[in-house]
């Protein structure tokens, strides 16, 4: 590993943008992954294996161990997405089955295993439901002083949610989990919770003339047909929900500005705070509460993200797939 790279963890619910997500991880010149874990969320555990297997196997990295975790919420009924990431989880894409099993481990093992191995150099990125992140962090509580950085794509901090008035998916998924694992960073010595929320995902968004201009640049290399037919067809099921709803097709970028974020923290600006999770609000269950004023007279355990250069990130996101396409 070059000393520029940081060992990427990646734990995910692989819908869409979990696996765009999952591309950039593979193709950024400043990531090292070093191994993937799944979690119900957007989709069954089963299907987003699945998936994320056969995006790493698209990216050319089927080496790369995918464990599959936690099944079910701690707290919640399983409450999928597939609205939003059709019924596979990656919208009209049909990706290859692929070769590689998924690995041996659990999830939980898995995380805690590469953060003893990279001691202080891991970097943890959560882009589903915390529910592995929170079983992972009662089976080791040095978890969050063993890792160099942990960012989560979840909540709403001064937004509204995307699932309630007041919830963001991943959160409200499983809240307590959400709970529990907000509450074991940022304590003394451990990495704080770097929450990637709607606040500013919402102003990260890609088109189809970005996919056509990326087509262009791409045109001759290898890879190019593959890749472009899966982020066409993965992307047109996310266009066609979004214009049914506001008469504009885009996709959000929620799940690859947290990958871009881990590993350029200057893509954001961020204010430290205290936030807590809502378990059993009759209106607000899994909303991300925060203390900006230090009322509870708490340890603040989480850099909210704040502001995005959306055009950097966008450029280094479609850089990162012209590489991809060699
Ligand atoms: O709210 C957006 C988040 O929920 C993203 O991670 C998306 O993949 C879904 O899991
Ligand atoms: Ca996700």
């Keep these: 590993m070059s000393q520029q790279q940081?060992?990427?963890?990646?734990?995910?619910?692989?819908?869409?943008?979990?696996?765009?997500?999952?591309?950039?991880?593979?193709?950024?010149?400043?990531?090292?992954?070093?191994?993937?874990?799944?979690?119900?969320?957007?989709?069954?555990?089963?299907?987003?294996t699945r998936n994320t297997r056969a995006v790493l196997a698209l990216a050319g990295r089927a080496e790369v161990p995918v464990a599959p975790g936690a099944a079910v919420p701690l707290g919640a009924d399983p409450?999928?997405?597939?609205?939003?990431?059709?019924?596979?989880?990656l919208g009209h894409a049909v990706l290859p089955e692929p070769a590689e099993p998924a690995h041996a481990a659990h999830a939980v093992d898995a995380i805690i295993a590469a953060a003893r191995a990279q001691a202080g150099r891991l970097v943890l990125v959560a882009t589903g439901p915390l529910t592995n992140v929170a079983l992972a962090?009662?089976?080791?509580?040095?978890?969050?002083?063993?890792?160099?950085?942990?960012?989560?794509?979840g909540g709403a901090y001064r937004e509204h949610g995307n699932v309630t008035p007041s919830a963001e998916f991943n959160i409200w998924h499983d809240p307590e989990a959400a709970r529990i694992a907000f509450r074991a960073f940022g304590g003394p010595g451990g990495a704080p919770v770097v929450a990637i929320g709607l606040d500013v995902t919402r102003r990260t968004t890609i088109d189809g003339a970005d996919l056509d201009a990326l087509a262009a640049r791409i045109g001759d290399r290898p890879r190019e047909g593959a890749l472009m037919t899966f982020l066409r067809?993965?992307?047109?099921?996310?266009?066609?929900?979004?214009?049914?709803?506001?008469?504009?097709?885009?996709?959000?970028?929620?799940?690859p500005?947290?990958?871009?974020?881990?590993?350029?923290?200057?893509?954001v600006e961020t204010r430290r705070a205290a936030v807590d999770v809502e378990t059993s609000g009759r209106l607000?269950?899994?909303?991300?509460?925060?203390?900006?004023?230090?009322?509870?007279?708490?340890?603040?355990?989480?850099?909210?993200?704040?502001?995005?250069?959306?055009?950097?990130?966008?450029?280094?996101?479609?850089?990162?797939?012209?590489?991809?396409?060699?």
Excluded at 257 to 267: C, H, I, K
């Design 257 to 267: 500005l947290a990958v871009a974020v881990a590993l350029d923290p200057t893509l």
């Design 6 to 48: 940081d060992c990427l963890f990646l734990d995910v619910d692989t819908g869409i943008d979990d696996a765009f997500a999952l591309l950039y991880a593979c193709a950024a010149p400043q990531a090292r992954l070093v191994g993937v874990s799944t979690v119900v969320g957007n989709v069954s555990l089963a299907a987003a």
């Design 79 to 89: 409450n999928d997405a597939s609205a939003i990431h059709g019924v596979t989880g």
């Design 284 to 326: 607000t269950t899994g909303a991300t509460v925060v203390d900006w004023d230090g009322r509870w007279g708490r340890l603040p355990n989480t850099d909210v993200a704040v502001t995005v250069d959306a055009e950097r990130f966008r450029a280094a996101f479609f850089a990162a797939m012209v590489r991809l396409a060699d």
């Design 137 to 153: 962090v009662m089976r080791e509580p040095e978890l969050p002083r063993l890792i160099k950085r942990f960012v989560i794509m």
């Design 233 to 255: 067809d993965s992307a047109r099921f996310y266009f066609e929900r979004t214009e049914r709803q506001s008469g504009q097709r885009f996709l959000v970028m929620h799940d």
